[in-house]
């Protein structure tokens, strides 16, 4: 029998994390190993071999390969940007100087805020002639002369990375295209990104910056995916037919995937690409459980993501960055919070206990690892309070725990506290870091937390689910089945996705549909040439238009779903009646009685869909409803106290079993305490649903 195995590798800090289909049989096995830093290319083939080991399968078997990749957002949070060169209009040679006038967090309790240095210095600016007005009508002409002495500039400096942003270039391309064309014939070796290929949206600072940050994982980005490429097509090339290569996928931020060959001219758009595929795969476990309204909690080795899923989709934003660096394109709404497996915990200046935002990550690891870390991690608390078993992935990672026991002890002997409560302040202080991210991800975004459930998965997700649920008054927590895997599970689910933005700003009185209509064609005609070189016939395709609005005077927008079908009067009036809605929503009021208050369109989007065949969630047979078949054991686990607690073989569980805390439930990638009070039962879908004291909480 022919078997067409598809792959979702997720690339963590810690392990890799790898899931296989066989969309034959629909079988779905799933499986871990060690990143490898020095070398995530070796990490992510083995991953491959050891699934399709475990498989019983070979090279030939792969149909289809995607990725969750953190080469551009782990460049970005190290800030580690190369010397970059930037192309602007005459006269616009500080606009990322002045930037905006916010001021991160408030400002404290200093008097100044000191900006931070640009992502191009000022002595890294090129100015070029030419000016184009709002419209995209040339003002005047471009300096063809002005551009090769920039490009010369750049090429004796040795600046080999330029982006390229003139104003009102979102209306009008021409200059920077005529740019870059200058760019490859006088300076052959560079890099070039142009924001009318990254973002055709106005705002000239966020679309400088956004531009330049693509420019300057562009290199990094492709080097590696071509490296992987490469690798895999060696690997799976059925013998004697040396030309066969496997479709490759990348995970993109906005909830989609697009193959390598196209990524790798927008690399800005993988900046998310691991924790976008966490939030779907939750979604879609989340919503075959029956929550349409889901918190998604993605703990990893470094770091723990959280967002929100309503209707079971995860909420975009445009208004997102990573690190220090602004970026404009569509993104699953994601808050990252340092508090994974390795953050580390430390003492102030001011003699207070911290957890993260550093992490002792893969290499050394935690001091249990026994690698040569020399810190206290929340790891290394969870391994002391006999929360986690004394090993990972079933015995494959050994943990020491004397080890984490004397990191712990110097510790709280520095903090003049005892060793429990030092541990255990650790996780709490965790547990509130996690908390503060959900909230701002929900209260922030005018959303009661306590109306949704939560999905808890990654390798420590699961770990502080009670105390969260606590802290946060949440109706339930549902921990899927390989919780480590649920990030590589969702690149099985993801759709090939690609947006196209338009800035069209104009009052709703002065709207003129066809030229609305001729835009929302020209975005849709854009994304179905990328469907069509994806594979994906004309009937395939879907368009989903979105449009961001305000009210007038308003300085920044609201985006909301636009209808298919016709631009007409109707089409008109529901993307207005959304958008009353969603402002009312977010902010507590709008004016939708109150026509003094106009409407104005801003920026026109569409996405062009070539939709996948996702795995099928199949019920679970239910079991005799006694989880005594699971118990594995017990150990002594501190929680309120030292008590011997009783330690429950997930596999083994069966839906319709129930767990009353305290206890224990493990499997290979992850670990569930169950604090007292607390009680976990396991649903048609063998997923573990975690609820507080109440017990009527999963209302």
């Known amino acids: 029998m022919d078997r067409r195995i598809r792959i979702g590798i997720d690339t963590g800090g810690t392990f890799t994390d790898v899931v296989a289909i066989d969309e034959v049989t629909g079988e779905i096995v799933s499986t871990k190993t060690p990143s490898t830093p020095a070398d995530p290319a070796e990490g992510f083939l083995n991953g491959v071999h050891k699934v399709l080991a475990r498989m019983g399968l070979g090279g030939a078997d792969v149909s289809a390969v995607s990725h969750g990749t953190t080469v551009a957002t782990n460049a970005l949070l190290e800030d580690a940007v190369a010397d970059l060169g930037f192309v602007t209009t005459e006269g616009y040679r500080y606009v990322l100087e002045i930037a ?56 004796e400096r040795g600046i080999d990375t330029i982006g390229v942003c003139f104003i009102h270039a979102y209306a009008n391309p021409d200059h920077e ?63 004697g037919d040396a030309a066969t290569s496997v479709p490759f996928y990348i995970m993109k ?88 497996g390795g953050s580390i915990a430390w003492i102030s200046p001011e003699g207070t206990l911290k957890v993260g935002p550093r992490s002792a990550g893969a290499d050394p690891g935690p001091l249990c690892y026994d690698r040569g870390g020399t810190q206290p991690t929340i790891t290394d608390a969870h391994v002391l309070l006999g929360r986690i078993p004394p090993h990972l992935l079933g015995g494959e990672i050994p943990l020491h725990v004397d080890a984490a026991r004397k990191g712990i002890e110097a510790l709280a002997g520095e903090l003049g506290m005892e060793l429990e ?124 238009r979105t449009a961001d609005l305000r009210y007038d005077g308003q300085a920044y927008e609201v985006r909301v779903a636009a209808p298919r079908g016709p631009v007409d009067e109707a089409f008109a009036s529901t993307v207005v009646a959304r958008f009353h809605d969603a402002h009312e929503q977010l902010y507590g009021y709008c004016y939708r009685d109150r026509p003094q208050h106009g409407v104005e369109w801003v920026n026109l989007r569409v996405s062009g869909v070539g939709p996948i065949r996702r795995p099928a969630l199949e ?30 073989a997930r596999a083994h569980l069966a839906p319709g079993d129930r767990i009353d805390g305290p206890a224990i439930v493990e499997e290979f990638g992850s670990t569930v305490p169950v604090h007292p009070g607390f009680a976990v039962r396991v649903d048609d879908h063998a997923n573990l649903v975690v609820t507080g004291p109440a017990g009527g909480a999963d209302r």
């Open 100 to 155: 905006r006038q916010s001021v991160p967090d408030g400002y404290g309790n200093s008097y100044f805020w000191v900006k931070p240095d640009r992502i191009v210095p000022v002595d890294l600016v090129e100015e070029v002639g030419g000016r184009l007005d709002v419209t995209g009508a040339e003002l005047r002409p471009f300096d063809e002369t002005g551009a090769r002495v920039a490009a010369r500039r750049f090429r």
């Open 619 to 648: 019920p679970r047979p239910a079991g005799d409803g006694d989880p005594a078949r699971a118990r594995s054991g017990s150990r002594p686990v501190f929680f309120d106290g030292w008590c011997d607690t009783p330690v429950f």
């Open 253 to 340: 931020s906005n909830g989609g995937v697009l193959s390598a060959d196209e990524v790798v001219h927008q690399p800005i758009t993988t900046v998310l690409s691991g924790p976008a595929a966490g939030a779907l795969g939750a979604a879609l476990i989340a919503e075959a459980a029956g929550y349409d309204r889901i918190l998604t909690l993605d703990g990893g080795g470094t770091s723990t993501d959280v967002s929100v899923v309503l209707g079971g989709e995860p909420t975009l934003t445009t208004e997102g960055s990573v690190g220090r660096f602004p970026s404009k394109i569509p993104m699953i709404d994601i808050v990252t919070v340092g508090a994974g």
């Open 177 to 239: 295209r005529r740019m870059r064309a200058i760019l490859t014939e006088e300076h052959p070796d560079a890099v070039v990104s142009i924001s009318s290929d990254v973002l055709r949206e106005y705002r000239e600072y966020e679309r400088s910056v956004t531009t330049l940050v693509d420019a300057s994982v562009k290199p990094k980005v492709t080097r590696y995916i071509r490296a992987i490429e490469e690798r895999l097509d060696a690997f799976v090339a059925r013998e």
């Open 421 to 544: 409560a030092c541990a255990t302040g650790i996780l709490e202080i965790s547990a509130w870091n996690q908390a503060n991210a959900i909230r701002q991800t929900t209260v922030k975004r005018g959303l009661d937390v306590r109306d949704f459930a939560m999905a808890a998965f990654g390798g420590s997700g699961p770990l502080l689910v009670c105390r969260l649920i606590d802290v946060l008054g949440l109706r339930a927590v549902v921990v899927p089945p390989d919780p480590g895997n649920v990030s590589a599970f969702g690149l099985l689910t993801v759709d090939v996705k690609n947006d196209y933005v338009q800035t069209a700003v104009v009052k709703h009185g002065d709207l003129d549909l066809d030229e609305l209509g001729a835009v929302y064609a020209t975005l849709e005609e854009q994304a179905a040439g990328t469907l069509v070189r994806e594979g994906f016939p004309p009937e395939a395709h879907r368009f989903d």
